[in-house]
């Protein structure tokens, strides 16, 4: 408690949160320093990115008002055009300004090196609590805002700004974690719109973690609790999506086997509605991917382990939430199987086909490709030694995968069609403008990983059809 009073005189002395830094330029930082700087509460923003190779290229572009992710998100950059214009928003590699802050986020990726192990890799979180660390001033605000393996806030983030800055948490510093709750395609929305998770080490810490974020929300409300109860918030929502996803996929995978659609078995599960009726049916499809629920499950189940207390758990049963992961992680896998099935329709094997696969992002109408399902797919087609092309009208390139934006091109000469985004583009395709396209004399396979055309009208023109959870086509006579 006496650690508790100093910092609340220090913050006191220091006045309203007015100038505020967010480490990490991508999906959650820039819309979420965009929306700091777009509050007449803040005076001014800065955007700390590091000038590497691979990333620094943000910093020119984003001070030019210039928005570097590059699929659709209404309003982000005219909203960081008008901040950048107000001299409210800049982006830095100077991390020394840290110093100068009232409080500062951190929105940094937490991936895991193998989730067998359970072994994240915090080499980025590391250096950019370590960078914080160094130009740490007394009564500033750190908010980790990353996904982080329960136990990490008041854990392994402490201890690093305690050596780094050689301040203590909770009284020279606050501290908090305020997890992200955003999806491509809808950040500056999500932001202001969904609740916000705030749990900071202590009740001082979260108190002013709550002033930092109430000005960005609209409809969204602060939720308080602690860092740990936070941490496994942000672990745990992510983890029934998962589980949720994975329940339709396998319920697709059923419905295939049975020869029925599993369109029609969902529209009849969601019928059922009243008091006490919660049913949350997602939608199957070819494989899960993006920054988050790939490695949530596993930042869950770490944080359980390690705190070295014993659950209460069937002996010998392996973890329902882990399962959920594996089968969503069979679904490219299951595109594979069915692309080999369709192809042996029109007596062709992997190695004597070309594949075009339609969507390297994971989600629709986004360039966001982190741990894409498609890779998966092309991998094993590759390993057969089939000739792959991508295409995607979002994703600009990807390490060591050539990514096309002329369909045409890709879809020319292709044995088989693979589509894994359900970009507005693809919704688009019909069978005879396909056909033109592809070229080929013989049977053309399509592969619908996200229900986006109408099997029906493929199989009328002459196209072998298979879909995720379509039993009720994938078996058809041939034309």
Not at 122 to 138: D, H, P, T
Not at 382 to 395: F, I, M, S, T
Not at 431 to 458: C, Q, S, W, Y
């Amino acid at each position: 408690m006496e650690g508790e009073n100093i910092l609340k005189q220090i913050i006191d002395s220091k006045g309203k949160i007015s100038k505020i830094g967010v480490v990490g330029m991508g999906y959650v930082g820039i819309p979420a320093a965009v929306l700091f700087a777009n509050s007449e509460k803040f005076e001014k923003v800065y955007g700390f990115q590091r000038n590497s190779p691979t990333s620094g290229y943000k910093i020119d572009m984003l001070n030019r008002g210039e928005c570097p992710l590059k699929g659709e998100e209404p309003g982000l950059e005219d909203m960081l055009r008008e901040v950048v214009n107000a001299g409210k928003f800049e982006c830095t590699s100077d991390f020394s300004r840290i110093s100068e802050l009232d409080a500062v986020t951190l929105a940094i990726q937490t991936p895991f090196k193998n989730p067998k192990d359970l072994e994240p890799d915090f080499r980025a979180l590391i250096e950019g609590l370590r960078m914080v660390g160094k130009n740490l001033s007394q009564g500033t605000l750190v908010v980790l805002e990353s996904t982080i393996t329960p136990g990490t806030t008041d854990g392994m983030a402490r201890q690093i700004l305690e050596d780094e800055s050689g301040l203590r948490a909770g009284k020279d510093f606050a501290l908090a974690h305020a997890p992200e709750r955003v999806m491509v395609g809808r950040l500056l929305k999500n932001i202001q719109e969904h609740d916000r998770v705030v749990g900071g080490i202590d009740d001082v810490s979260t108190k002013r973690a709550i002033e930092l974020y109430s000005p960005v929300l609209t409809k969204g409300k602060v939720i308080p609790m602690t860092a740990r109860a936070a941490e496994v918030t942000k672990t745990s929502e992510n983890t029934f999506r998962d589980l949720q996803i994975a329940a339709i996929n396998e319920l697709a995978l059923y419905c295939e086997a049975m020869g029925i659609n599993v369109y029609d078995v969902r529209e009849g599960i969601d019928s059922l509605k009243g008091e006490g009726i919660t049913r949350a049916i997602l939608y199957p499809g070819a494989g899960v991917g993006g920054h988050c629920l790939t490695k949530d499950t596993y930042h869950l189940e770490r944080g359980v382990k390690v705190t070295g207390c014993p659950v209460d758990y069937p002996e010998g049963k392996d973890s329902l939430f882990v399962l959920a992961r594996n089968i969503n992680d069979f679904m490219p896998r299951h595109m594979y199987n069915l692309t080999v099935r369709a192809l042996e329709r029109i007596n062709k094997k992997p190695v004597q086909a070309k594949v075009a696969i339609l969507g390297w992002a994971f989600i629709n109408d986004s360039d966001d490709a982190r741990n894409t399902p498609s890779e998966v797919y092309r991998d094993l087609l590759l390993k057969d030694g089939a000739r792959v092309e991508v295409h995607d009208p979002y994703v600009l390139d990807y390490p060591n995968v050539p990514i096309s934006h002329d369909l045409g091109s890709v879809l020319k000469g292709a044995d088989a069609v693979a589509i894994f985004a359900g970009h507005k583009e693809y919704m688009a395709l019909h069978a005879p403008h396909v056909k033109k396209m592809v070229g080929n004399a013989h049977t053309i396979a399509i592969l619908d990983g996200r229900n986006v055309v109408d099997p029906d009208e493929f199989i009328s023109k002459g196209f072998v059809y298979k879909g995720i959870g379509r039993g009720d086509k994938n078996e058809h006579p041939l034309n």
